[in-house]
Each structure stands twice: as C-alpha cells, then as structure tokens.
C-alpha cells in the first residue's frame, strides 16, 4: 500500500532477529478491513492511536505511518525458513499460522499493518518465536485452508463474548466472511434457530451451507420477523456483522427486550443511535474486536480436526500481481467471499 494505492513492487528481504523466525507466506486471505484501509488509511491509524494501539493501554502498539509504504495481510499460513537467535521452538520446514503480531525490543507490531514488518501479500515475513503467537500446522492441513485460522477465530471470539449459550437463538445480519465466521461458531455453541440475512444470494446460499437454519433477503423479510416465526420468544442475539451506518441503531429498534447486540462488523464512518430504545427495552450492546491466542489455537484445532469446514469460503486465489484486482472483484458480493493471495504459488 503506497500513497492509497496498491503497487508490486521489490524491498529488502526482511532479517529475523532474537527470538523471531523467518517465513515465506504460503497463503494470505483478503480481509474487509484491508480494503477498508486502503481507502480510509488516515482514520484507521488516527482511531488505533486513539484507541492505545488497538490493544489497549496495557499493550501499546507500534501505530503505522501512512505516508511510507505497507505490505499488507494478516490471514496467512506460512513455512518456517530460518530461525534468528534465540528462537527454539519453531524450526524450518515447519508450517506455521501466528496472531498477525510480532514483537521487538521497539514495541509490539501489527503484521500487515505496520511499516516494520510485511504481512502476507509479500513473499516474505517475519514472525515471532512464541509458541503463544505461533501455531505449528497439525495434522497436515492444507496451508489454503489454515489460513482461515485467523479469521475464522474472529467469529469464535463474537460468539464468545455473547451471551449466546446452546438452545438459544441468534440472528445474523450480514454474510460476508465475519458473518459466516459468526455462523460457524454458533453453529459450535449449539444455537439454534440461526437466521442469517444479507441482499447477496451468494451469501445467503453461503450462510446456509456453513449452518444457518433460516435465511432471508431483507428486502423481502425482516430478519427479526423470521426470527419471530422459527424461534418464538427463545432467548435472542443479535450479531451486527456489515459495518454500515445505521445497522446498529436498526438492531436496536428491531431487538426485543432484554436482547443483546453484537457489534462485529467494522463501521468507518461516525453514527449515530437513539439511546432511549436501549434503554426503555435494557438492550446489552456489546463490541468485540479481534480474538484472544487462545481462541485462535482453538480455530486452528477445529479446523485441522475437520470440525469446521472453511473449504466453502474460498472463492479465488491470486498470485501477487492480482491482488489489485482482487480487492475490486471482492466488490461482488456475488462473486466471492474469500480471495487467497499465494505470493509464492
């Protein structure tokens, strides 16, 4: 990512240092937020500041500067080349999936969103040792498929921070790859009846392949009124897993009472919602943001052991001079939900 475009380009090879492990990217999924970035770079790294990083004030995170150049990708698999000093646990030949983080004596570092270290898109990278951090690939899952891991893990950890326990119902609005990722891990939990909404026939043919019970356009039914038909008065969450002004304020004015929200789907832009339908019905409206390395060793395992099956979600792969072309393609909710970048194939 240079100057708010995306350009192919040769840098220096990245040097492992103590502690971290060299690595050539096998695959590198596209994700929403990347292409968010690339048209609202200014307000994605003013908000990380803001926000200590991304990690909290506990975790200070090195924040990237825009104006200097970005190897973007944070959904990635990858085969370990060479260790740098100090680094044991991993060993080359070793295929590997890492939290999109790594660490230095300068700070903590955001893979694919950092000036220091190059995300997936690249033929190369640099991740930390730490088993913590760092997942050997088990089982001899297919790299395509475990850099799904990341994620994938998103929507466990939604699912996670819900209220959501087996025999409750959930209602998912929005089915691009966080939404299927929430599907999934409701699906896990034992939630039951799942509606799932969203305009694309692609996507709702997707959500319910990967679980849903119920899936509506919205144009044609309100997710909550089939919610109301398959579900009756059980007890209902509300995953918000689009991101677009005034969705949030619309769950609020279609959740029952005593419902909570979900808030997933990244919202770029300001909004706005009338507080007093939160409180006149005690709404619960929860944020949640990325995933804990315990969530997503529990990805990786559900995948591995074919519990979860991402196969469905690939729709398209690029070598690197594609890339571009796939943040467009990524455009047709019809056309794909998943795009795999292989620098390497």
């Not at 990858?78 to 740098?84: K, N």
């Not at 040792?129 to 760092?134: G, K, S």
Request: glycine share 10%.
């Amino acid at each position: 990512m240079r100057s708010g475009a995306l350009v192919v380009d040769d840098l220096p090879d990245p040097v492992p240092g103590p502690g971290q492990l060299l690595v050539r990217t096998l695959a590198c999924g596209i994700c929403g937020s990347d292409l968010h970035t690339l048209q609202h770079a200014d307000q994605m790294a003013d908000m990380a500041t803001a926000a200590g990083g991304g990690l909290g004030e506990a975790f200070p995170t090195r924040v990237m500067d825009v104006s200097r150049d970005v190897v973007m990708g944070h959904e990635f698999s990858a085969e370990v080349l060479a260790c740098g000093p100090n680094a044991e646990a991993h060993k080359p030949g070793d295929v590997v999936v890492s939290l999109p983080v790594t660490m230095d004596a300068d700070g903590i570092h955001p893979i694919g969103y950092s000036n220091s270290y190059p995300g997936g898109y690249g033929e190369l990278m640099v991740l930390s040792d730490l088993p913590l951090l760092t997942h050997t690939v088990p089982n001899g899952l297919d790299p395509h498929l475990a850099a799904l891991t990341e994620p994938m893990a998103v929507g466990l950890h939604a699912v996670k921070k819900s209220v959501v326990r087996k025999g409750d119902s959930a209602i998912v609005l929005g089915c691009g790859p966080v939404g299927l990722a929430v599907i999934a891990a409701l699906v896990a939990e034992g939630a039951e009846p799942i509606i799932a909404a969203d305009f694309s026939t692609a996507r709702r043919q997707l959500a319910a392949t990967m679980g849903a019970h119920v899936v509506v356009d919205p144009r044609q039914e309100p997710a909550i009124e089939a919610w109301r038909h398959a579900a009756g008065s059980k007890r209902v969450v509300i995953f918000e897993a689009v991101g677009v002004p005034g969705l949030i304020d619309q769950a609020m004015h279609d959740a029952p009472r005593a419902a909570q929200i979900v808030v997933v789907g990244v919202c770029m832009e300001s909004d706005q919602v009338r507080p007093m339908l939160g409180i006149v019905k005690e709404l619960n409206v929860q944020f949640v943001f990325g995933y804990d390395p315990i969530e997503f060793g529990e990805t990786l395992r559900r995948i591995a052991e074919g519990e979860l099956d991402v196969t469905p979600m690939i729709t398209g792969r690029v070598p690197i001079d594609g890339v571009a072309q796939a943040f467009t393609d990524l455009a047709d909710p019809e056309r794909h939900a998943k795009i795999l970048v292989v620098p390497n194939g």
